[in-house]
């Protein structure tokens, strides 16, 4: 999604938590003279998947709804590109995220994906509670790489409201994962989902879009985080966190101490295990490049130690979103 929330001006500080990891075998990250980290150049036995993109490409002879002209990132945005960025700790495979309402963009992203193994997953859009869900449903799960649909906070409210979740259950008998995206109101209605259908996996996108600044956390997103992480079928995906801390005419924030508050929040109430990586590039790009946004997250999950960091960056989105291994993808 494009970024929506305002920017705060960053607290300074060092890069101690990286001193315990610096021996982990996986994983090098050494100080640079100037304290920001910087990832080793070795090659490294460690699966970074990045589990919030979006790909499109304005030439196609229908257009593209988002972004619109005009925006800063209304070009052609496709795997490949992603991969030239300068990486933090290089991303070895993404899950692909529809920002698209038109549904031929769903099998636009699949033969995206067809040929190119980096692309290890695809969450789409489809419209739980239309007339043509069913058969939408069954056309795009038929393929392994359609692992999910992303709707919004808004239409999850109405559906739960209406008690209209049969599509949801249909979604879920076919073993495939719920993003949703919404405002920090989004994790408590999550907790609703969660108490109908416990056998559906759900993930939290962008830690609720809550506004990060340097003001403590606020209670009711804070108390909505962990209600939903009371459900072990709820994951969270930590992304966009650089968006979130966006004001304009201001620096943002590029040191962990910043959105430590906040990522604490998360992680205490999920754990280990319920934590995903995901980036949202290209939108997240206005607020700071993609090395700097995996830096800051980076640098929390590292301090935890190689096997929660490798939870965090691969091992737990494969349980969630049960991304499909590739030949050649590494």
């Known amino acids: 999604m494009p970024p929506e929330i305002s920017r705060r001006e960053a607290l300074v500080v060092g890069l101690g938590s990286f001193a315990a990891f610096k021996s982990a075998p996986l994983l090098a990250v050494q100080p640079s003279t100037n304290h920001q980290p910087t ?3 070795d ?3 460690f699966d970074i998947i990045d589990c919030h993109t979006h790909f499109y490409d304005p030439t196609r002879p229908e257009g593209i709804p988002w972004p619109p002209k005009g ?4 070009r052609t945005v496709l795997p490949q590109h992603l991969r ?3 990486h933090f700790q290089r991303v070895t495979g993404t899950v692909i995220v529809e920002a698209s309402d038109r549904l031929e963009d769903n099998a636009w992203l699949l033969g995206l994906a067809k040929d190119d193994p980096f692309v290890v997953g ?3 859009h489809l419209q739980p509670g239309s007339p043509d869900f069913p058969a939408h449903l069954q056309r795009f799960a038929e393929d392994p790489l359609y692992r999910g649909i992303r709707i919004s906070t808004e239409l999850l409210r109405k559906l739960l409201d209406q008690n209209d979740l049969a599509d949801l259950k249909r979604f879920a008998d076919r073993d495939l994962a719920l993003d949703v995206n919404g405002g920090p109101e989004t994790p408590a209605e999550l907790a609703r989902l969660a108490q109908r259908l416990p056998d559906l996996r759900i993930v939290l996108n962008h830690i609720g879009n809550v506004r990060i600044n340097s003001d403590p956390p606020p209670d009711d997103w804070a108390a909505g985080i962990r209600a939903a992480a009371k459900h072990s079928n709820i994951s969270c995906k930590i992304s966009a966190l650089c968006s979130a801390a966006t004001q304009e005419g201001k620096k943002t924030p ?4 910043f959105y430590r508050p906040y990522i604490d929040i998360v992680w205490n109430a999920f754990g280990d295990d319920r934590v995903i990586y995901g980036s949202d590039w290209p939108a997240a790009e206005g607020a700071a490049d993609y090395e700097t946004q995996q830096r800051i997250v980076m640098e929390y999950a590292l301090a935890k130690g190689a096997e929660v ?11 969630i979103y049960k991304w499909v291994e590739r030949p050649g993808r590494v």
């Open 254 to 257: 590029d040191v962990l101490d």
């Open 309 to 319: 960091t490798r939870k965090f960056c691969s091992v737990n989105a494969k349980q």
């Open 43 to 45: 090659p490294a036995d």
């Open 84 to 86: 030239a960025l300068k």
């Open 71 to 74: 925006s800063p990132i209304y």
């Open 39 to 41: 990832a080793s150049s």
């Open 122 to 124: 695809i969450v789409g």
